[in-house]
């Protein structure tokens, strides 16, 4: 499957489980200290975009807790959709994280919660190198990631826990290769973490962050 056919039915998917998505997510709970140890390399009213952002969740509390200037993409109109209907100030719109229409040197930093993986392995460095372009001179990143817990875990389809009939494509990353994909990008790795998954919730993958800063 090429990776056109694979974003659009990850596409699809998000706008299946949207409404679900919103209540039965929980992993920004359990990714909070990764999270705010990020947001506190940011100082106010600096601009942060966040891509893949869903239902606004986490692009909302950048702009109201940490007073940051967010703009939020996600690939689906569902979830761009009840974002704005929930938070109708937040700036979010319909965007692909393979096209960021954005002039070069736009941002402060970019969000990127659990977006990249989605990506097919053989776009990684180019969806990076656009992220690169939009930031700006020594602008930040953070990713968080899906890790394989065993080696008989491999990238593809898996079954999305609270709605199993829907399955979502998974890049699984280990800290390595993430590495490798962003110094290709000309990007410096600041800090990583890890957690267990929660399996009610979550996929059956080890959580990866990676902050990293643009060189």
Do not use: C
Request: hydrophobic residues 40%; proline residues 3%; glycine residues 4%.
């Amino acid at each position: 499957m090429n990776s056109k056919d694979i974003i659009s039915k990850v596409k699809k998917a998000y706008d299946i489980i949207a409404r679900l998505h919103k209540t039965k997510v929980k992993s920004a709970e359990h990714d909070h200290r990764f999270i705010e140890k990020f947001l506190a390399l940011l100082e106010p009213n600096q601009n942060v975009l966040d891509i893949g952002a869903g239902t606004g969740e986490l692009s909302h509390e950048m702009g109201t807790k940490h007073l940051l200037k967010v703009t939020a993409i996600d690939l689906s109109k569902k979830m761009v959709k009840i974002a704005k209907e929930h938070y109708p100030d937040l700036n979010i719109q319909l965007m692909n994280i393979t096209n960021l229409k954005f002039p070069p040197k736009s941002f402060d930093a970019v969000f990127a919660n659990y977006s990249l993986i989605h990506i097919p392995e053989q776009d990684i460095v180019k969806v990076l190198k656009q992220i690169h372009k939009v930031l700006k001179f020594k602008g930040y990143v953070y990713f968080s990631l899906q890790k394989p817990t065993s080696k008989k875990q491999k990238d593809g389809f898996y079954d999305v826990v609270y709605q199993k009939q829907v399955k979502l494509f998974i890049n699984l990353i280990n800290e390595n290769e993430i590495r490798k994909y962003l110094n290709k990008a000309k990007f410096k790795v600041l800090w990583t973490g890890l957690r267990e998954s929660d399996k009610k919730t979550e996929f059956p993958f080890d959580k990866l962050f990676v902050a990293a800063r643009k060189m």
